[in-house]
T-cell receptor, first 114, second 109 residues
Framework: GAVVSQHPSWVICKSGTSVKIECRSL??????MFWYRQFPKQSLMLMAT?????????EQGVEKDKFLINHASLTLSTLTVTSAHPEDSSFYIC??????????FGQGTRLTVV | GQNIDQPTEMTATEGAIVQINCTYQ??????LFWYQQHAGEAPTFLSY??LDGLEEKGRFSSFLSRSKGYSYLLLKELQMKDSASYLC??????????WGAGTKLIIKP
């Protein structure tokens, strides 16, 4: 199957700093990527849909100024958590759709804000 | 509204068979997915059903009944490595995935 690489796998940052998470499609071009957040023992929650060359579409309740998404190329989407706070600590996962309907996931990034 | 229901946790014995059920309600329907997720890892794709019936893939099989809004994942010959969460997700008319909370499967020797 298609490979989606997400980096870093885990990160610890201080409260108030920003963290960037990268999501790359290694062997295909992804016009659409999805960013999820998953709290312990909870389901995946879609944060935003990222389309190459255009602004991301955010789900209700997700602050677009706090979670900046950039999809500048067909193989790279980034999520920047700005001014991170401890409540932002979570597991962040990206996925890309190669062809409808199957989606492939990155390895996930565990963010801990201290 | 859109909703996915699946049991929170199940326990089974190594070598046995277990069936994980999932019911869904979505605005339109473009298929039902099952994913496996080990703790601390991203989900991995197991199966996709869009037509009624049973799809078999090795030790794993998935069933769909569109009229009943129901699916199940069947795991045979359980192995300890099958201990994981199993996520059911339905794709709605906008091709968005609606996720269940996952079923944590515990395998005992």
């Amino acid at each position: 199957g298609a490979v989606v690489s997400q980096h870093p796998s885990w990160v610890i940052c201080k409260s108030g700093t920003s963290v960037k998470i990268e999501c790359r499609s290694l062997d295909f071009q992804a016009t659409t990527m999805f960013w999820y957040r998953q709290f312990p023992k909870q389901s995946l929650m879609l944060m935003a849909t990222s389309n190459e060359g255009s602004k991301a579409t955010y789900e209700q309740g997700v602050e677009k100024d706090k979670f900046l998404i950039n999809h500048a190329s067909l193989t790279l989407s980034t999520l920047t958590v700005t001014s991170a706070h401890p409540e932002d600590s979570s597991f962040y996962i990206c996925s890309a759709r190669v062809r409808d309907p199957e989606a492939f996931f990155g390895q996930g990034t565990r963010l801990t804000v201290v | 509204g859109q909703n996915i229901d699946q049991p929170t946790e199940m326990t089974a014995t190594e070598g046995a068979i277990v069936q994980i059920n999932c019911t869904y309600q979505t605005s339109g329907f473009n298929g039902l997915f099952w994913y496996q997720q080990h703790a601390g890892e991203a989900p991995t794709f197991l199966s996709y059903n869009v037509l009624d019936g049973l799809e078999e893939k090795g030790r794993f099989s998935s069933f769909l009944s569109r009229s009943k809004g129901y699916s199940y994942l069947l795991l045979k010959e359980l192995q300890m490595k099958d201990s994981a969460s199993y996520l059911c997700a339905a794709m709605d008319s906008n091709y968005q995935l609606i996720w269940g909370a996952g079923t944590k499967l515990i395998i005992k020797p």
